[in-house]
């Protein structure tokens, strides 16, 4: 991706959450709400404080996050429908899930 967000802002592309319920029914598109969790594709440099130092940000590319249902704004980048949210609104990052991804692969 040949994009850099700016300041505190996060870039995070969506994860479909799985398509069928616990009891195996499958959930046509139309009754999808959209999933409120997804991963970090790019990350600011952080914000200046009130001396002018550069915070970094807590989250990092890679990092599966939850946030907001009305969170961020949609947009396309190369393609791909990405969110460009600014750091406080992610809710929370889990940990669980980058291990265990990385495991799998």
Not at 20 to 44: F, L, M, S
């Amino acid at each position: 991706m040949k994009f850099r967000p700016l300041h505190d802002r996060v870039v995070v592309r969506r994860i479909d959450e799985d398509e069928r319920t616990a009891g195996g029914i499958i959930i046509p598109d139309t009754a999808k709400e959209k999933p409120q969790q997804g991963e970090v594709v790019a990350v600011g440099p952080g914000v200046a404080d009130d001396k002018g130092q550069v915070q970094p940000l807590d989250v990092q590319v890679g990092d599966r996050v939850l946030f907001g249902k009305w969170s961020g704004t949609e947009v396309k980048i190369d393609g791909d429908d990405v969110l460009i949210m600014k750091e406080s609104d992610i809710l929370g990052v889990l940990e669980g899930a980058t291990a265990a991804k990385k495991k799998a692969a």
